[in-house]
């Protein structure tokens, strides 16, 4: 067998599972959405809502009892070691881009992938709101609401189309200053890394820490789309962990993915 091959025959329908439980809670969102809801804070500047508690619970339920067998981690879960010895793994953020949806903004998705020894091989991220869906399955290509999509062909940094945040890019800390790009960001790490992949947007950059259920279905969106998405050393992502926290996402075509490794990969960050 291959060193790549996914040694499963139920890898459709697992994919298949997968965007029929991430349809359900896109309606579960579509309800929630700019209504009168409860929200709160888990920790200092970490807010979540009904929705997420809502949303996650529905596809803990519906994923798990289809598939026993396999582990989950979710944001919204409390973690326990029994997803370590398991092949297959759910991983789940029920609302990436909790901050968004509060304030009644259309920038944030559910996301949900399933991984195998640590690697993504059906994934989906989904905005109900604009009704976006992207999906990928390993080996398959990546596609939007059912075409095709590919990365940019960009090369440059220089006027690239970037997703970041414009504070980090403008730092008087950087020895060398960044070129022009066009900047703009939204509340959520994976709809920014599934722009990048869709070849709407050239890239993605952040060096804050980012958790599993935040990248890793759309890791495997980006890949592929024919993208490189990695942490800011250019390492390729391992999932489910004893620590499922990273350091640091770039997202791009192979090209200018180089190339943004060469300007962030010296740079010394704290272990999340």
Known sequence: MPENAVPSPETKDDHALLLEAIAQAGEIARKFFR???????KAK?????????????????????????????SEETQDTPDRLACDKVWIVDPIDGTRAF???LPHFVVSVA??????????????????ELYEAQKGKGAL???????????????????????????????????????????????????????????????LAHKA??????????VTESGGRATNHRGEAFIYNAKNPKHHAVVAAGPVLHAKLID?????PLSDP
């Open 102 to 104: 509060i304030k009644g």
């Open 144 to 206: 939007l609401n059912g075409s095709a999509i590919h990365v940019s062909d960009r090369r440059e940094i220089e006027n690239c189309r970037m997703l970041g945040h414009k504070d980090l890019f403008e730092s008087e800390k950087w020895k060398h200053p960044w070129p022009e790009m066009q900047i703009e960001s939204r509340n959520s790490i994976a709809l920014r890394m599934a722009m990048a992949a869709s070849g709407a947007w050239d890239a993605c950059v952040t």
């Open 212 to 221: 599993d259920w935040d990248i890793a279905a759309s890791d495997l969106i």
């Open 35 to 41: 209504a009168d809801f409860k929200s709160w804070d």
């Open 263 to 267: 300007r962030l990969t010296h740079i």
């Open 45 to 73: 500047n970490d807010p979540v809502t009904e929705a997420d508690v809502a949303i996650d619970a529905m596809l803990r339920a519906k994923l798990t009892s289809a598939r026993p067998a396999y582990g989950w981690l």
């Open 114 to 131: 399933l991984t195998w020894k640590g690697q993504p091989i059906s994934a989906a991220i989904y905005n109900p709101i604009t009704d």
